[in-house]
Structure formats: C-alpha cells, structure tokens
C-alpha cells in the first residue's frame, strides 16, 4: 500500500461533536473521536447504541444534523473521491449474475488508482472464487468477496460492519490475520467480542448515541473489578457456592460452576474446604465481554 493521505492534525478519521436524530430518537447525541493513522478500532455497543449511524456519518451516507466529520482532513465525499476509504456493508448487495473477479473489477474501474484485481481476491482469501458466480457463494465467501470489493481501491482506511458474519472460527482467524498484515487504519463494528479483545489496538464502547469508554482492551477491562473462577463440581449447590467468601455472583450449569470474585483467593479457599471434589479450576481477570456487559447494562453509570 502507497499512501498520500495526510492531514493538518495528523489524524485518520475525527469526529467532532456528531449529533444526528430522527424524530425523537437521539441515534448519536454528541460523539467525539479520534483515529490515528495505522490503529485498529473495534466500535462496541448493543443494538441501538449509534454505532451503524455514526459509521454512516463518517462515510457520508448520512449527513449529521450537528458537528463535523473529517477524513485525513477531508470529508467524507472527497476522502472517498481520492480512493482514501474502503467500506464493507453487512448488508451490501452483491451482483448475482456476475462473477466474483468481474465483481471487484467493477468497484476498481471506479476508482483512479486501484490495486491489481488479483491482488484483492489474494488479500481477500478468495483467489480459487474469481470465476465463480455470486450467486453460488456461501455466507461467508461472500463476505470475503466484500472486503475484496472495499480492499481493491487501495485505501488507507477501512471501514467494515460486522466483517466475519456467517464465517466460520478458522476463517475469521484467517480474515484478522490477514487484515493485520495490511498495516491499514481500520474501524471494524463487531458483535464477536473476542474479535475485539484479540485483534483490537483500542475499543470505543456506545451506548445510548454516546461513547461511555474508549481505550485499549486492558483499559476498558479495568471498569469491572475481580476475578472470574471456573470449576466441575459434582452436585453443586448454588445457595451454598453464593455463601462462600469473596464470592459476587453464582453460575451452575449442571456441575460446571462459574463464580464472580472480589477476592478469588478467599473463594477458592473455601470452595476446596467446602467441596474438596473440585476439579478443574480455572482463575481468570474479567473479560471483555463482563466489561461490555457492566458498562451497557440498563442503569450502569455512563
């Protein structure tokens, strides 16, 4: 990749103030960000938190009702315009009747200074699929075929909406691998939290039209205190693992238990003085996916 795309602040994408509403529905009330150039940014929220409305007000499919979107100090238009932005829908069509190659060969033809088609169905993982038709692709090869079609302009930012839907583990290791050998600037909106914790430089976490934390994984982590312990125990009894020390919160599935800890070392004390048939155990800090529960739980604090 050659890039040119510079800006006066040295940022990739800034968003500034964003507002847009319809009707009484405030969908984004006041974002501010800022993406430096070569950061990969994991945008997090439950559904209704914004995040597909602000992806829309950066790529200029939506105009904001208030604040302003710059682009390496474009707008979004003119960032575009320059082949500086490759976006990948969830919900793009794909043409049916053609095949993958003539596909990206019709994005590339828009474009001034694409790269080779055959260089974007190779980054894409989808090179043996040039000669077939969209129609016979499955899901997941035809989300491979969309980041082809946003990779072939050359950008240097990528925009992708829920990238690894109806791909399976080994190829969504396959696709973050290979995107993290593209050195791009890339924003990527995920359902899949362990994408995030694993593939993420830092997480902007919305809820409500708001960003309520943005940081790296360990940052936003670190909103939910305690440790996570896991064990087999054979007949276990929820009343009685909630009563041991340290322990915040019970789980028992069959005799699979997982205890919340304020202090794991208290609880797992007790626990092998109260069932010394445990097994099993397994001591791990809050995930992710606790943090993201905490922080977008009705009632948290923003």
């Known amino acids: 990749m050659t890039s040119n795309a510079t800006a006066p602040d040295g940022a990739a994408v800034r968003l500034t103030g964003l507002r847009k509403s319809f009707g009484d529905v405030h969908a984004v009330a006041g974002v501010d960000l800022h993406i430096t150039p070569g950061e990969v940014v994991a945008l997090l929220g439950p559904n209704g938190a914004g995040k597909s409305t602000t992806v829309d007000m950066l790529l200029g499919l939506t105009r904001p009702d208030a604040g302003d979107v710059k682009v390496f100090g474009r707008t979004p238009r003119q960032a575009i315009a320059d082949g500086h932005v490759g976006a990948m829908l969830q919900d793009a069509a794909l043409l049916e009747d053609t095949t993958v190659g003539e596909s990206v060969a019709l994005i590339a033809a828009l474009h001034r200074k694409p790269m080779p088609v055959a260089d974007a169905l190779t980054a894409a993982g989808i090179a043996d699929l040039a000669d077939r038709r969209c129609s016979r692709l499955s899901g997941g090869q035809k989300q491979r075929a969309r980041f082809a079609m946003a990779l072939v302009c050359d950008p240097d930012l990528l925009v992708l909406d829920e990238p690894t839907v109806a791909m399976d583990v080994e190829t969504r290791r396959e696709f973050w691998r290979g995107m993290q050998r593209t050195g791009r600037t890339v924003l990527f909106a995920t359902h899949y ?28 982590r670190s909103h939910v205190t305690g440790r996570r312990l896991t064990a087999v125990v054979d007949g276990a009894d929820a009343a009685v693992l909630s009563a041991l020390p340290g322990v915040t919160e019970v789980a028992v599935r069959g005799s699979h238990v997982t205890l919340a800890c304020a202090d794991s070392d208290a609880a797992l004390r007790a626990l092998l003085a109260a069932e010394p048939s445990a097994r099993d155990i397994e001591i791990n800090a809050m995930s992710l996916e606790d943090a993201f529960l905490a922080l977008t739980t009705e009632g948290a604090a923003r």
């Open 193 to 220: 939290l362990d994408e995030a914790e694993q593939f993420a430089d830092r997480v902007v976490l919305m809820r409500e039209g708001r960003v309520i934390a943005d940081g790296s994984v360990a940052d936003i």
